[in-house]
């Protein structure tokens, strides 16, 4: 269908003339009803032309089909972001605040062919290694912690004081980061992710990821660093950094939002009880309805060609809007029919996220140790008054006020590898007393008591 047909009625507030004919996916409109935007989309058939942030054009591709032969064609359609070809011709404003997101790095998320598959294989094999015990029990101390901090309170912005500082906490504990790089790596990450002061927070964030590269070649321990270093691809130490910068960064911020996004979906719709049988159910509505990575997936044709009945040129910029393919009306009926987890929100193909079952554990153990300490959880605001995080990549709430009845003081717990008292017994992963003042030096400190 013609897009611009009487029925093919843009959503409201959608500047889709100013921006060239092409629909842009960013600004309060976008955020607050994206879902409104892709139904518009649709009407342009499997793909169309957006508009990423000012100045930044690209192809999105709105169909579950059409998205999954992009994925799964990795001789077609190539991830190295050194083809991006209006990059390359300086057509790309170099202050875009999609840049940093999109341009090249050497990690495994750009790379293609045999270099990719080494990268990916060292990822893939260092996460088999995690210990799904070991995960369950340190999310759940984390969750206690932070639980403690506003629990006497009786109110809680569930997406500040919880979802987003849970797995920057457990990925310090993942990847063996001792008190003063873990500060700064959660400092460089959430500045990063939050857009404040972004450029100094990447130096600080790939300058601490250094120095845990530099201290586990000579300390090597019983975490995700150690094992990637031991990996037989021997990476080097610039890969290293890019791997780490990688998967603790692209890993932390999409895990907040499923964190928040599945509250948010158990505590503004009925259907769900707090009971722990429904919150898998809700976490997979959410992956399909409302996935944190919306819209990402950067390809480029490796030459020429034609696709979903449009022509493209070498280098043209195509990405797969997960949110929408997973919410096509045509898909409605295979949903229900079929598998709950045959959706699109961890990718598909050799980029799919080599993470999704570690993702799925934190996000399970997450939700249910809060609505367990804290069942009469509910909303502290109308649902309508709720704001979303602008952009087009990363969808989740900027707030998400909540109240309950407050907590008596909470029980003392104990370190991942840390004996009770009066026992003296040293294991891999021993957390000790630590001097720092920073968010990590002072979760273990509560944990060392």
Not at 33 to 42: E, G, I, K, N, Q
Not at 247 to 254: E, K, Q, V
Not at 338 to 357: E, F, I, T, Y
Request: one cysteine or more; proline letters at 9%.
């Amino acid at each position: 269908m013609d897009a611009n047909t009487p029925d093919a009625v843009p959503p409201p507030g959608c500047p889709a003339h100013a921006a060239g004919g092409r629909i842009p996916l960013y600004g309060p409109e976008f955020a607050a009803d994206p879902h409104a935007y892709y139904t518009y989309l649709r009407h342009y058939g499997p793909t169309a032309p957006v508009e990423l942030a000012p100045g930044v054009d690209a192809t999105l591709v709105t169909d579950y089909a059409t998205a999954l032969r992009l994925l799964q064609d990795n001789g077609a359609f190539r991830k190295d972001a050194r083809r991006w070809r209006a990059f390359n011709e300086g057509l790309i404003p170099p202050d875009s605040p999609v840049v940093p997101l999109l341009a090249y790095r050497p990690n495994a998320m750009f790379s293609d062919g045999v270099e990719h598959l080494r990268l990916r294989q060292a990822i893939t094999d260092t996460l088999a290694r995690v210990d799904t015990r070991r995960l369950a029990r340190s999310t759940e101390q984390i969750s206690d912690y932070l639980i403690s901090q506003f629990g006497s309170r009786g109110s809680v912005d569930l997406m500040a004081d919880y979802a987003k500082q849970l797995p920057l906490f457990v990925f310090n504990e993942l990847f063996g980061c001792p008190a003063d790089i873990g500060d700064r790596i959660l400092f460089g990450i959430s500045g990063m992710f939050d857009g404040i002061n972004a450029e100094r927070a990447a130096e600080v964030l790939f300058g601490a990821v250094g120095e845990l590269v530099a201290l586990k070649r000579s300390r090597p321990g019983d975490d995700v660093t150690s094992w990637l270093m031991q990996h037989e691809a021997r990476l080097t130490d610039e890969e290293m950094v890019y791997q780490l910068a990688l998967l603790l960064g692209a890993g932390a911020d999409p895990l907040r939002s499923l964190i928040g996004n599945t509250l948010h979906r158990i505590l503004t719709h009925d259907e769900y009880a707090h009971q722990g049988g429904l919150i898998d159910e809700a976490l997979d509505d959410t992956l399909w309805e409302n996935p944190p990575v919306p819209n990402l997936a950067a390809h480029y044709p490796a030459t020429d060609m034609e696709f979903a009945g449009h022509k493209f040129q070498a280098g043209d910029l195509i990405m797969v809007s997960f949110a929408a393919a997973n919410t096509s009306p045509a898909l409605t009926t295979a949903r229900q029919s079929g598998s709950n987890r045959s959706h699109l929100a961890w990718s598909a193909g050799p980029h799919a996220c080599p993470s999704k079952d570690p993702a799925r554990q934190i996000t399970m153990a997450a939700v249910e140790n809060l609505l367990n300490k804290i069942p009469d959880v509910e909303p502290a605001v109308p649902e309508n008054s709720l704001t979303w995080r602008p952009g087009p990549f990363l969808r989740g709430l900027t707030a998400f006020p909540a109240r309950f009845t407050p907590l008596p003081p909470p029980d003392r717990v104990h370190a991942p590898g840390q004996a009770p008292a009066g026992e003296h017994t040293e294991q891999p992963g021993t957390v000790h007393k630590p001097e720092g003042t920073g968010r990590w030096s002072q979760f273990l400190n509560w944990l060392a008591g």
